[in-house]
């Protein structure tokens, strides 16, 4: 980069950015001296980080930690390899409407039982909470009232998810799009008929618990009993419509058969200590780096410094529940944001035994020491990657604390790329103009 001086500046200004974004709204001032004590409090204005705040998992907020079991003797195999879906989507769906949006929904299946655990950070009505996760799914079908917009409302029909016997997912032959199909009881056949009949170009409402969940439009009668839904779904959007009218089409009962309360003075002792070993070990890092290669180690704790405070943010933003296990990410991710550092100053070492000038020098470290700073750093992430599991790949880890872990740690390597790298050698070539 020809003038390294307006990067410099952008740095600067994220960094102040990230500082007001990650201050505390009061900043404690104790401390005594003989006689003199002082005991004041500096508040700060901030209008931005509020909205943002850190989250908190269940090991660090407290809450409390529930396992349900649904009544699944009553269905076929199909229909319990259908319900396990539809029960996790309805009541992940559930909490998040509760306002719980830090939880943790997971099915488990052993032989014929299937349990649902559920993980509540920071509730504070555990058994409203419980009532709400353990009603059953009703699902309905409503059509239009007389009006010429679909905000005049809906009317129930009578049609169920007791008359659905399925949903599922298809592709439209003309455009390859995904769409849902509906298969209907005996019953429910007459029923839809009858309403298709009456509703051609209108909307048939698709509710469950109350809430709409399609509005597909009746296009002409459908009277064998199979109905498609198109829409510009995504593919995963499409899974997730069919599992919850399969949740409403076999409606299971689930009981409550384990609760166990996890105390807030736990995390609090825990984060205590895990932020004690941070900085020990924060501390030790630095400490090392300015005693080992002095004016340049003091550069690489000015780009950790600014990797915490980007780190912090996008935790803010993202927003990442933090877990102890997820701290433990951050904090081995510390110890790598130098890592790219030590490499790069050791070859500048290199280079500068054989007589070549500073910038010279600086420059050849930063390009030839880029080849083992990017594979370490792509087989961390790869990882990373196995261990968040993304795509809820059976035979790799689903576990929340561990994808906390692997979430800190993957996203802690990509920012220390940008730190590392790009703000260690901005910082030098504007800072240091010689080698000491």
């Known amino acids: 980069m020809k003038n390294p001086k307006n990067l410099f500046i952008f740095i600067f200004v994220l960094s102040l950015l990230c500082l007001y974004f990650n201050l505390p709204a009061v900043i404690p001032l104790r401390f005594s001296l003989g006689k003199l004590a002082i005991d004041y409090e500096i508040k700060i204005p901030q209008p931005i980080s509020t909205k943002f705040p850190l989250h908190y998992g269940l090991d660090l907020a407290g809450g409390s930690h529930l396992v349900f079991e649904a009544d699944t003797q009553s269905l076929s195999n199909e229909g319990r390899e259908k319900v396990i879906g539809g029960l996790r989507e309805n009541i992940q769906r559930r909490v998040d409407m509760y306002g719980l949006s830090e939880t943790l929904v997971q099915a488990s299946r052993s032989g014929e039982d299937l349990r649902l655990i559920v993980e509540l950070a920071g509730v504070k009505d555990v058994d409203e909470a419980i009532t709400l996760i353990g009603q059953t799914a009703v699902l309905d079908f409503r059509q239009q009232k007389e009006a010429t917009d679909a905000a005049a409302g809906f009317l129930p029909t009578g049609l169920t998810g007791a008359d659905l016997r399925s949903a599922g997912i298809d592709f439209d032959p003309d455009t390859n799009q995904p769409v849902i199909t509906l298969d209907f009881t005996d019953e429910g056949k007459e029923k839809f ?21 399609s509005f597909p439009k009746v296009e002409e009668p459908i009277r064998e009993g199979k109905a498609i839904i198109r829409g510009d779904f995504a593919l995963e959007e499409a899974k997730k419509m069919a599992a919850q009218l399969n949740a409403g089409a076999l409606p299971v009962a689930v009981k409550l058969v384990e609760q166990r309360t996890v105390e807030a003075t736990l995390g609090q002792v825990a984060v205590r200590r895990s932020v004690q070993a941070g900085l020990v070990g924060l501390f030790g890092v630095m400490f090392f780096m300015i005693a080992y290669y002095g004016k340049l180690g003091f550069f690489a704790n000015l780009s950790l410094i600014i990797y915490g405070l980007i780190s912090l943010t996008f935790y803010r933003l993202i927003p990442i529940t933090l877990t102890l296990p997820g701290i433990a990410g951050f904090i081995l991710s510390v110890g790598m944001a130098v890592d ?47 261990l968040f599991n993304p795509f809820e790949w059976s035979f790799f880890p689903m576990a929340g604390m561990i994808r906390g872990f692997a979430l800190t740690l993957g996203l802690g390597v990509i920012i220390s790329l940008f730190t590392g790298v790009v703000v260690t050698r901005t910082l030098i070539r504007v800072l240091a103009r010689k080698n000491k």
Not at 193 to 213: C, Q, S, Y
């Open 193 to 213: 008929a009858h309403l298709t009949e009456e509703n051609v170009g209108k909307i048939l409402a698709i509710f469950l618990d109350e809430v709409p969940l």
């Open 340 to 386: 790219a550092n030590i490499l790069i100053f050791e070859r500048m070492r290199e280079e500068l035994r054989t007589g070549k000038e500073f910038s010279i020098a600086r420059e050849l470290a930063f390009g030839r020491a880029w080849d083992s700073i990017r594979d370490a750093n792509i087989c961390t992430i790869i990882t990373a990657f196995v």
